[in-house]
C-alpha cells in the first residue's frame, strides 16, 4: 500500500507564506541561475498555470502533439520553488540538467523572484485569474493534493484567502506586484478569463510575446489540444502520473471545471458581498480589468 502523505505547515519567506520544505530550501532557490532564453510561466496557484503550460509547449513545438506528449506536465515544464517532505528541490534539480531555453513554472510573488530572472532579461508570461474563482479552486485543490496544509471548512477558507494567510501569500498582492512592474520589465500579463473567451486571440498573442508566427492551421490545432477536455483527457497534460496517495481524485480532479464563474455555485449572498467589499477596498490603489464573468 501507498504510503501515507502528511501534509505540509506554512512557513514565512520575507513575510510569505510557503510550503514548509520549501522554506528548508529556499537558499537555493534564491540562488537559482536563469538563463536569457529561459522563459519563466508565473501564477498565483489556480490561475490556469498548467492550461498555459501546454500552450507554451506546443507553440514551441510548432503544435506538434506528440512532442508535447513527451512527459508529464511537470517534468517538461519544471516547478522552480517546489520541495515536498520526500523530495528536496525536485524542480531545480532537473532544470540544472536541462540546455535553455527552459520554461520554468513558478507561484513566487514578483519579490521573491530569484533575481536572475531579471538579470538574465529572461521572457515572463504572468496568468491572472478573478479572485472568486481562483479561491474556488484553490478550495478544491487543497481538499484533494495531500501536500498542501488543511483547508479547512469553507468559510474560514474565503477568510484566509482574503487575509492572504494561504500558501504563496496574499493573491492580491500577488497580482498588483506584477501588473505594476509589467511595463518596465519583460512580462506579458494575460487573464484566463480572455483565454476562456477567445483562446485563439491569446494563444495568437503569447506566440506573438514569444517571437514566433502560428499558421492559421497550426494555431487551429493548438485551441484544440488545449481545450478543457482535450486536456483532462491527455495523461501527460491532466496530472494522472501523480499518485493517489498524493492528488486524492476521491476528493477533486486536479481538472475539475475549468470555468468562470462557477464562484457563483460556492458564495452565497452574504459571502459574496463582504467578498466583494473587500476586494473594492483592497485593490483601490491598483486597476486591474478583472472580469468574474465572460
Ligand atoms: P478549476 O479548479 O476551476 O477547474 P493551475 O494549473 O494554475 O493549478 O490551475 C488549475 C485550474 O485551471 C483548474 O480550475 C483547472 O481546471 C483549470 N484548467 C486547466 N486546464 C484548463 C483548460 N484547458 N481550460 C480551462 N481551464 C483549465
Not at 524542480?91 to 530572472?117: A, C
Not at 472568486?132 to 474560514?156: A, C, I
Not at 478543457?228 to 496517495?245: I, K, L, Q, T, W
Request: with cysteine; hydrophobic share 35%; glycine share 6%.
Amino acid at each position: 500500500m501507498a504510503d501515507k502523505v502528511t501534509r505540509c505547515t506554512l512557513q514565512e519567506v520575507h513575510g510569505i507564506p510557503l510550503l514548509e520544505p520549501i522554506v528548508q530550501h529556499w537558499e537555493k532557490v534564491e540562488a537559482f541561475q536563469a538563463f536569457p532564453e529561459d522563459l519563466l510561466i508565473v501564477t498565483y496557484p489556480k490561475a490556469g498555470t498548467t492550461w498555459t503550460q501546454e500552450i507554451v509547449d506546443l507553440i514551441l513545438h510548432g503544435g506538434d502533439a506528440e512532442m508535447v506528449r513527451r512527459a508529464p506536465t511537470n517534468t517538461r515544464m519544471p516547478f522552480l520553488e517546489f520541495s515536498s517532505p520526500k523530495a528536496s528541490h525536485p524542480g531545480i534539480t532537473q532544470l540544472e540538467k536541462m540546455d535553455p531555453p527552459r520554461v520554468i513554472k513558478s507561484h513566487l510573488p514578483i519579490q521573491l523572484l530569484p533575481k536572475s530572472f531579471w538579470e538574465s532579461g529572461s521572457k515572463v508570461i504572468y496568468v491572472a485569474r478573478n479572485p472568486k474563482d481562483t479561491l474556488v479552486s484553490y478550495f478544491h485543490f487543497d481538499r484533494m493534493n495531500m501536500v498542501q496544509p488543511e483547508p479547512g471548512p469553507w468559510s474560514g477558507y474565503q477568510k484566509k484567502f482574503m487575509e492572504g494567510q494561504l500558501g504563496w501569500g496574499s493573491w492580491y498582492e500577488h497580482v498588483k506586484g506584477y501588473w505594476k512592474e509589467k511595463d518596465k520589465r519583460n512580462i506579458h500579463y494575460l487573464f484566463f478569463e480572455d483565454m476562456k473567451e477567445n483562446p485563439a486571440r491569446e494563444i495568437q498573442r503569447i506566440a506573438k510575446f514569444l517571437g514566433h508566427r502560428l499558421s492559421e492551421d497550426i494555431l487551429n490545432n493548438i485551441v484544440q489540444l488545449t481545450t478543457f477536455d482535450a486536456m483532462r483527457e491527455n495523461p501527460m497534460a491532466n496530472y494522472s502520473s501523480v499518485p493517489g496517495n498524493i492528488f486524492d481524485r476521491k476528493a477533486s480532479d486536479f481538472l475539475r471545471k475549468g470555468e468562470v464563474g462557477d464562484w457563483k455555485n460556492h458564495l452565497s449572498p452574504e459571502e459574496n458581498a463582504a467578498f466583494e467589499k473587500h476586494y473594492v477596498e483592497t485593490m483601490s490603489d491598483c486597476e486591474i480589468p478583472f472580469r468574474f464573468v465572460i
